[in-house]
């Protein structure tokens, strides 16, 4: 047997392909052909963690599979997108439901700890290592929210004397600000740090962002106004943060004043006032006359010190947040940061954001130097690379190296997650292809305002404007700063309109943007720029029609010509039958033809435009002969419905 089939006979061939059919039974059932592609599947409970903007590549990564055949998966399920294009959460959970997998993204905060522990970075264990003896009081930080126009502004000027809405549009606040005070409290000096927030309801997410800082939240309801909508979203935004509540009565010297209608209004809130067994502390002010304002003081720093043990270690390397950043002309990125533990010193390497640097001078809300800020300190910091976002966390590095790094991977990581998050429509094919095929309309758009925050807070607002699934809207860049040369480019390749928000162009943009034909719009309060645009956007729906019935007429008697085929001698029961127009022919209530119109119309044996109801006419329904007496011929055109 040996000599006739060989060394190991018959038996080790029937071995091997045994041991190959395995193989195949096992590949199988760890793999599902989708479109004569294999792909590894999960058994329905497997969870994958996926950057925000992640591609395709990095899904096949994850599941030790070829990007190519995921793309043919994706096209399968009717998603056409490239190995390396950066996709929403919706099309990775699909792609994953398919495949057997649950997919999770990871949110911003979890990316970002997970990045700063590659650099060795632990900022919650650093935390708990701390001991109580390393820990001091520190001030309260303060953030003072409430509806627009019912004066919070006005009592920040209260607190620290200085009038800061002289200079703003509309006297709505355009930037947020962060400045400390000092309190004389029972003998002792004591430090309040307040955020001035926006009041329009176009920065929820900058006041949410406020409220993640925020030791103590100050309401502020004017007492002849009542509680309104953005009050009701900033009492939301501060349960959500856990903060306590302090209210300001506002407006106490307006004729109408009743203080005693708002404790009752928000007690519907959840909102108790002490007098009414509660606990939360309500102060009558008036911010114009300064009318309480210590009493107000007062009360913050008693609820700061019955609610919350406000401590922070100043020993160690700074941490914080960016509450504002600008671009200034002549010092370059500036921002507003809050030191919320630690130290920052000038000559500090910090990264914020995106943007890293090394700390070249700190001021404080009043533009005087200083050299070093304590936890609930906000400062201005100069010798950042670029202008961070309001409410980018920052922290001090041993090296540049780092701080750069650091920064960089925050960028990619940003821009792969912001490419997702912009492609806002049905289908993940291109937007260039789908508007040069006609499918849908979009609008281009590119922001430029002089400080971060409203520019981001615009753009969120802008995203949320939904009039159907014709027109979308897509951001393609955004910045701080003057409107550039580069601006204008990029808005002539990508058709864009261009909105300022409290800038305007540089030198000679003007005219290239008119050589260009490109579209610019100015703005100083960001509502407006909403509303423009959602117009605009209504404007490039494509119309919608609907059907209007102009009159009926009953077919009396049928004339045979042998020139214009059978004429309906008929008599107008309703409205009105005019020649040309649209006609479709009913018979015993059931519709014989819909597509038809009146080709001539006469009255007597002269022509008519027109004929009205309970007069007779002769209809010709061009090459349609099949008329009978009784038949009822009705008329209709399709109109033009108004957006709302």
């Known amino acids: 047997t040996a000599g006739a089939f060989g060394r190991g006979g018959p038996s080790r061939s029937k071995n091997r392909k045994s041991k190959r059919a395995k193989r195949q039974e096992m590949e199988q059932r760890r793999t599902r052909e989708i479109g004569g592609v294999r792909v590894p599947k999960g058994d329905g409970t497997t969870v994958l963690r996926l950057r925000r903007g992640s591609s395709l590549a990095d899904f096949a990564e994850k599941i030790n599979a070829e990007p190519a055949a995921l793309v043919t998966v994706l096209m399968k399920l009717g998603e056409m997108a490239t190995a390396n294009q950066s996709l929403d959460e919706e099309t990775f959970k699909l792609l994953g439901e398919e495949l057997g997998y649950v997919v999770e993204i990871v949110s911003p905060e979890d990316e970002d700890r997970e990045l ?16 109580d003896e390393d820990l001091e009081a520190r001030p309260a930080v303060v953030t003072v929210m409430g509806h627009v126009d019912h004066g919070k502004t006005r009592l920040l000027d209260a607190v620290r004397h200085a009038n800061v809405t002289e200079g703003e549009a509309g006297g709505i606040t355009q930037h947020i600000g962060a400045y400390q005070v000092q309190i004389d409290h029972e003998g002792e000096q004591r430090g309040l740090t307040f955020i001035d927030t926006p ?22 309801v004017a007492a002849d106004d009542g509680v309104m909508p953005q009050t009701v979203e900033a009492i939301n935004h501060a349960k959500a943060a856990g903060v306590p509540i302090v209210v300001a009565v506002n407006k106490m010297d307006k004729e109408g004043a009743s203080p005693e209608k708002v404790r009752g209004q928000l007690t ?27 009493e107000l003081l007062e009360a913050v720093l008693l609820t700061a010190d019955a609610s919350l043990e406000l401590t922070a270690n100043p020993d ?73 976002r309001a409410g ?21 990581v940003e821009r792969n997650a912001m490419l997702a998050k912009r492609r806002k429509r049905v289908s993940l094919e291109n937007f260039d292809q789908v508007v040069a095929e006609g499918k849908i309309d979009t609008l281009n758009l590119i922001l430029k305002g002089d400080v971060s ?41 990508d058709d864009a309109v261009i909105i300022g928000f409290n800038v305007r162009p540089a030198e000679r943009v003007n005219d290239l943007a008119e050589r260009e034909g490109v579209d610019m719009r100015f703005y100083s309060v960001i509502y407006a720029a909403i509303d423009d645009i959602e117009n605009a956007m209504k404007g490039m729906l494509k119309p919608e029609y609907e059907e209007v019935e102009l009159g009926s007429a009953e077919v009396r008697e049928v004339f ?63 090459s349609f002969n099949d008329i009978q007496e009784g038949d009822r011929i009705e008329t209709w055109e399709m109109r033009e419905i108004p957006r709302v």
Do not use: W
């Open 560 to 622: 045979r010509s042998s020139k214009f085929g059978n004429i309906a001698g008929s008599i107008v029961r309703s409205g009105v039958i005019r020649r040309n127009a649209k006609a479709r022919l009913v018979r015993d209530g059931a519709v014989v033809s819909d597509d038809l119109a009146i080709e001539s119309l006469k009255r007597y044996k002269d022509d008519a435009t027109e004929v009205r109801q309970d007069f007779e006419c002769g209809i010709g329904l061009g």
């Open 268 to 294: 519907e809130y959840d909102i108790v006032p002490e007098a009414y067994g509660g606990d939360t502390m309500f102060v009558d002010i008036s911010a114009i006359q300064r009318l309480n304002i210590d």
């Open 116 to 131: 700063l522990e590659s650099f060795d970075i632990n900022l919650s264990a650093e935390a708990e290592d701390e001991d």
């Open 316 to 388: 160690h390397e700074a941490r914080g947040v960016a509450i504002e950043a600008n671009l200034d002309k002549g010092r370059g990125p500036v921002a507003t940061v809050l030191v919320q533990t630690g130290t920052l010193r000038i000559g500090d390497t910090i990264v914020a954001g995106n943007a890293h640097g090394r700390v070249r001078a700190m001021f404080d809300e009043n533009g005087q130097e200083v050299t070093e800020a304590e936890p609930s300190r906000p400062v201005q910091v100069l010798g950042l690379s670029a202008v961070p």
């Open 199 to 220: 009041g329009h309801e176009a920065f929820t997410a900058m006041r949410a962002r406020g409220a993640k800082v925020t030791d103590i939240a100050v309401l502020v």
């Open 392 to 412: 980018d966390s920052f922290l001090v590095t041993q090296e540049d190296r780092t701080a750069r790094q650091i920064a960089e991977k925050r960028e990619a």
């Open 453 to 493: 925050g409203a520019v981001e807070a615009l753009e969120d607002a802008l995203l949320k404007i939904d009039v159907g699934e014709d027109v979308q809207l897509r951001v393609i860049h955004r910045g701080v700063g003057a409107i550039t040369q580069n601006d204008v480019n990029l808005a002539t390749v």
